[in-house]
């Protein structure tokens, strides 16, 4: 376990912490006006490698060869100057700090850290890190990489879960989530059901990595509510007429992939971020990663009680309530989350891709995000 301290006086600014996996949906915006939950579990960390937050240089003043040197192979709009490997915790993680209110940024119901570090160090007011609570975007706080230092605790660090042990003691990410519109509006909270934004952002990730491993043919995927989510998407973006390639879900706890399957759904460990890989001549088959959770979700759909049941509920009965209410309208990935992902693989120079990504405003007039 970690704590982190000031740069400027060794003041702590977090309690213990542990490592995990940078979340899918860390820099996710969602929605308009909606009040997202904290992005973090409480005493976890997470660590962004890329570049983040002030200066920026837009596309047009980015060689294309230093662009791809930093892993970037399609254009973005601007590309960050600003220091790697911002932490991101919990706001309750967090220890002698002050906010500066001057650093509002140009949020909308909260604040967004846009202007840089809004949090100083209570002991010596050197800014530390950037609060975010806006509406539409994830609650955290994220300690500056150059105002903050790492330091080892006491003690034995406990080893990541094996995926056996995941899979015993993992939840699932349920695919519909309540959310909550008009933060802090006079007329009250107007709270509806939604898909999940985590779903969204894992699966413009997904969809970028199907795209590729598609090589330009038509991709179908296991029926149910795996089709749902992404065959539409897919349908729209590949051509069709010709030879099909099939994807089918592969990882712990289930048996070994088809010898005809071309691409595997797999789980990412949530803790290492390590993809599953499978044994024997899969090794080679190409894999899409899915977060944990949501792979276990459609791996292993969890059931529901079929006929009502009276009295409490004890450990492992399922409830009797109702299933919660569904969205009203058809699945879209996210596609900052799609193209965040897309332009950072190789593959995207290959001028089929380039015409997706430059027609991505199409796409989501359409529906498809």
Known sequence: MFVFVCEGCDAELTTSLTQVALPVHAHQKFGNSVQLPVLMESGTFAVDPEPSGPPWRKWEEIDPEEAADRGIYAPVYALSDGAPGAIVVAPGDTRGTVLIPEKRGGACCGIDGADGPNMACMSCGLPVASRIDDCSLWQAVWLAPDAVRRLPLD?????????????DKGKGTPPFAPMTMRWGSRLGLNHFWSWSPQWEAAVG???????VASGGRPVTVPDGLTKEVFQRALDTLLPAGLPERRTVLAGPGRPGP??????LFVPT????GETWTPAGPATSVCRVPLPFGIWLW????????PIPASGSMPDGVLRDDPPAPGPNQ????????FRHTLVRLPAA????????????????????F
Not at 205 to 211: C, D, E, G, T, W
Not at 269 to 272: C, D, E, G, I, V
Not at 330 to 337: G, I, K, N, S, V
Not at 354 to 368: A, D, F, P, S, Y
Request: aromatic share 6%.
């Open 155 to 167: 003690g034995a660090e406990d080893a990541p879960l094996s995926w056996a042990e995941l899979m």
């Open 349 to 368: 120079r290959a001028p089929w891709l380039c015409k997706i990504l430059e027609n991505l405003t199409q796409h989501l007039h359409v529906g498809i």
């Open 205 to 211: 990730r997904a969809l970028a990595h199907l795209l």
């Open 258 to 263: 088809d010898t005809d399957a071309d691409i």
């Open 269 to 272: 460990h949530p803790q290492t």
């Open 330 to 337: 058809l699945f879209r990935a996210d596609p900052e989350t």
């Open 298 to 305: 459609l791996a292993f759909p969890e059931p529901h009680l």
